[in-house]
């Protein structure tokens, strides 16, 4: 069965903290997805990789940074969390070429 | 940037109601993905259409794609309370292996 984790379900921190939010997939998928997720705008890509210490910006990488070490885990990094990433965060995996992407079951963060 | 925008935003009906759900795009899709989000959990995919005016089934689900690929609807005959969730629709993109997703239609299916 295909298994995407992430770290937190639920997560709260303080403006300007360093946050990270882990994703780890078991299914040996080369590619992997940061998503957020706000009411109404449906998800949107931030980072995106296609193999180990390879990323590429997504639409809204502004604020955020990512690390592949290894194949199966893909962090998200805030530097310096803002109230407005409060959001909805999403991770997902898939084969290159496939059209399936696997989502994980999100973390919500909170930025006060 | 192709945008997707899915209506209505938000669907509330009675258990045993049928419901229609939208994406409509400003320039023909190369492929067209559905997912259902359940409260609390990341969005699964339900379909993938490619042909223009290709038509499929998923049990109480039918999917269609428009003729000229720009648009496409999701049918769900005689709606559950486990029908409950959010629907999503996403253009996939070959070149960059990415999705690029609508808006969302909420669906909440009363007993």
């Known amino acids: 069965d295909v298994k995407v984790t992430q770290s937190s379900r639920y997560l709260v921190k303080r403006t300007g903290e360093k946050v990270f939010l882990e994703c780890v997939q078991d299914?040996?998928?080369?590619?992997m997805f940061w998503y957020r997720q706000d009411p109404g705008l449906g998800l949107r890509l931030i980072y995106f990789?296609?193999?180990?210490?390879?990323?590429e910006k997504g639409d809204i990488p502004e604020g955020y940074s990512v690390s592949r070490e290894k194949k199966e885990r893909f962090s998200l990094i805030l530097e310096s969390a803002s109230t407005n990433q409060t959001s909805m965060y999403l991770c997902?995996?898939?084969?290159?070429?496939?059209?399936?992407?696997?989502f994980g079951p999100g973390t919500r963060l909170l930025v006060l | 940037t192709q945008l997707l925008e899915q209506s209505p935003q938000f669907l509330s009906i009675q258990e045993g109601e049928n419901l229609t759900v939208y994406c409509n795009s400003s320039s023909v899709f190369s492929s067209l993905q559905w997912y259902r989000q359940e409260p609390g959990e990341g969005p699964v995919l339900l379909v993938t259409v490619v042909t223009g005016g290709e038509v499929k089934k998923l049990k109480r689900l039918t999917f269609q794609f428009g003729d000229a690929r720009k648009d496409s609807s999701l049918h769900i005959t005689a709606a559950q309370p486990g029908d409950t969730g959010l629907y999503l629709c996403?253009?996939?993109?070959?070149?960059?292996?990415?999705?690029?997703f609508g808006g969302g239609t909420r669906v909440l299916v009363k007993p």
């Open positions: 299914m040996d998928h080369e590619n």
């Open positions: 996403a253009e996939f993109k070959a070149a960059g292996n990415k999705l690029t």
């Open positions: 990789s296609y193999d180990v210490k390879m990323k």
């Open positions: 997902a995996s898939s084969f290159p070429g496939r059209e399936t992407q696997y």
